[in-house]
């Protein structure tokens, strides 16, 4: 048992939830997917794992993942007896109470309950938490002033109303508690039909519970959406810049018409490309060659041939389709490049056209665009006008914050 003004630290480390707002991903819910080589919760156990006032920690799991925490633990530390793992339930605060639960109540006098998602939390922050305590406060929160201004919007999109900043602050984790009256506030709000709580703080706040404010830092960021991971696997990179080059090719046959359309411009000609949708080769080469950048998989996996809607479609959906995929990614296209291989049209007089082209569709600059297009000298079925190929590279830095 505790003596009566022992302080002694459980931590319950939550990770059940489906991480729906980051997508859905091979590595799993976000909390299992790789920042610096890791999965995120392995960071953030190895910081709660290497703290010395730790007596005992939870870590709340969905039963899914069984397997995928395993691997986890695995890479933060080796089998600890300090840890218990639970599961959770449907909605953070039912998974918080699960993890509350499991801690063992005589040996631990207060709680610190970090989401699992955000693995930056420094030890300063853990420090200002146990001196609130040891001034008396039975709940901190560690919070960063806002610095925008904030807008409140209407149902159309448009601002209602400008709100004052004055007094707001952001709330992070880890929020700490005395543990028997979180404990209570968690069951009596449990106990009241409420599951809708996003935070700690708020069920104290509900129960009455005065919550001290300590300074949280601008880099305890939560994981929420997919280029929060890629900035978040960025800032573990030692700042190299994660720059991904993909190529793709493409070829379509060439029979009697009235013109071909390369690089979304139709250019007048005794032949026309046949294929699928608008056969534009150029663009679908470098569609392949964007999706390549973040293993996004091809054309025909987005835009199946098969489906009667991409008959005679304008290519540039599927471009801009796949520009949007990376930037949802977190990444910024930094260049794009298309050599065609035709023994006719000639390209040269339409190439200007062809980069203003690639620009307005990715939305970046023209001098990034480039198109280039070479004969094949009259050999093989080019040489003979029965096609025209593409091959196009793309290069894309994930990571960067104008994403
Ligand atoms: N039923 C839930 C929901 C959330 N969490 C955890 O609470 C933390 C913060 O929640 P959030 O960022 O909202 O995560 P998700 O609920 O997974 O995300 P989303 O709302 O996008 O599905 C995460 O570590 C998450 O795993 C949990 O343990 N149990
Ligand atoms: C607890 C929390 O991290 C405080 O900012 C946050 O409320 C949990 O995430 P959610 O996105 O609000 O569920």
Redesign the pocket.
Known sequence: MLAENALSCGVV??????????GSHAEG???YRRIGGRPV?SHTLDLFVNWPHARHIVV???PDDAALFETARAAALPAGERLTVVH?????????LAGLEALPAGEVSHVLI?????PFVEPAILERTLTAFQHGARAVLPAVAVADTLKRADANGNVAETVSRSGLFAAQ?PQSFHLATILEAHRRASASGRTDF?DDASIAEWAGVRVHLVEGSAGNV???LQKDIAMADQRLSHGLPDVRTGNGYDVHQLVEGDGVTLCGLFIAHDQKLSGHSDADVALHALTDALLATCGAGDIGDHFPPSDPQWKGAASRIFLEHAAGIVRAKGGTIMNADVSLIAEAPKVGPHREAMRRNLADFLGISIDRCSVKATTNEKIGFIGRREGIAAIATATVVYGGTDA
Do not use: Y
């Open positions: 480390i939550v990770a059940a939830g489906r991480g729906e707002r980051a819910p976000k909390q919760i709340v799991i969905h959770g339930g449907p909605t953070r605060q039912q998974s918080v970090q989401d699992a998602v955000r984790t996003t939560k994981l929420t």
